[in-house]
């Protein structure tokens, strides 16, 4: 297969990727037109985003499953169809009860495509350069991440909020006219089936751990927080119990018990924490401290999603050669030394000061994300790629959901600009932990599937 032909199907699934992932932060910049919009009050506007947020994480590892038994193919077109429709009736909406649950809607099809993207992309690439295919969906990760609160303030300086979902609607349209020409089919496990118990237990976990987190940060009801944190302590419990047994476990409990697997899905949940760290708490910074504006804000955060697109194609060439326990490594360090650079910059910076150090970031976690990815994906079994990709796509939710607590429990106990450096500091010393975490891999077996595909 020659590399075009490599990178056309892939090109369906970035598409849906940086569509799902930017639509995750994107409502956030809107959120204060919504508010007005609707005329509802802002902890009951935050349901716009924690609805789609938590529908994702409730539904993300049983749809991964579903990959694994019908085919990942089949998942990611229905999550297509699902989350372009759903992004209709987001632009239609006429009253904020019908954008919840059009966004509702926009999450169940978030969920199939993020549970099955990365197993699509072991398929497509041949293994000598899947590193090289894990890179480009790394890249469009991070960077939507990154990026979502500039391209949404570009697109409200011009155009009203509803254009956030019109403008997925054509390229929801591509990348399912795409897929169902190219992406390529796997080998489903008929035999196996999803009790309904099992799914139940999924999302109720999942569902309640979100909400209490979601809760907290945004100082909702202490009674209903606490109420859902207990139920989340019982029916995990009882959920993970019923796992440990299960022959086709919706939370690979058996991937788990792989060291590297387990160790890199530790150090991904920690490094997209630092990111969210950073990402949240900097537009304060420097808006109370440093008096940007927020066009200006936009434009001081864009050297981040620059360098990691730089840097992501860069790791996917190197993991070919070096083990990805050092790569990783490396990435984390970087990382950790931009988000240090930060914490000491002082307030009276010029915007050549605060580029760089912003790029530093940016670099740092590109070349960690490809190398981490990889490991996980190339150390499950091929016939578990559905639940391996569905872990990942835990991991960065997870994460992005830890760090967007902690900023909040920051600013909720002191000012914006101090908050807003400890949170730097924060995050640099938990990008720290995980590039220690990751450097401990390299004692761990790693067979590079370039290697292995010339056994």
Known sequence: MSLLRQCFPVVSVIIVIVMSVLDGTLVNVALPSLTKEFDVEPNTAIWLINSYQMVIMMFLLVFATFGDIIGYRKVFLYGVTVFTIASALCALSQNFEMLVCSRVLQGLGAACVMSVNTALVRLIYPPEVLGRGMSINAMAVAVSSAAGPSIAGLILSALSWHWLFAINIPLGIISFWIGYKRL???????????????????????????????????????????????????????????????????????????????????????????????????????????????????????????????????????????????????????????????YFMPEGSDVADIFWRVMICGAGFGLFQTPNNLTIMSSAPMERSGGASGMLGMARLCGQTLGTTAVAIVFAVMPHTAGARLCLLFGAVVALIAGTASISRVTQKFVNPRNRSRQ
């Open 184 to 342: 390529p089919r796997n080998v489903s496990l008929k035999k196996k089936n999803v009790g309904f118990w099992g799914c139940l237990g999924n999302v109720l976990t999942f569902g309640l751990m979100i909400y209490a987190l979601e809760g907290f940060a945004h100082h909702e009801s202490r009674v209903l927080i606490s109420v859902a944190f207990v139920a989340f302590l019982v029916i995990g419990y009882f959920y993970l119990r019923s796992q440990l047994n299960a022959s086709t476990p919706l939370l690979p409990v058996d991937l788990l018990k792989i060291p590297i697997f387990a160790r890199s899905i530790m150090t991904s949940v920690s490094s997209f924490m630092a990111q969210m760290l950073a990402m949240v708490s900097l537009p304060f910074f420097f808006q109370d401290a440093m008096h940007f504006t927020p066009v200006e804000i936009g434009v001081l955060l864009t050297p981040w999603p620059i360098a990691t697109m730089l840097t992501a194609p860069i790791a996917g060439r190197l993991v070919e050669r070096y083990h990805p326990g050092i790569l990783g490594a490396i990435g984390m360090g970087i990382f950790s030394a931009g988000l240090f650079l930060l």
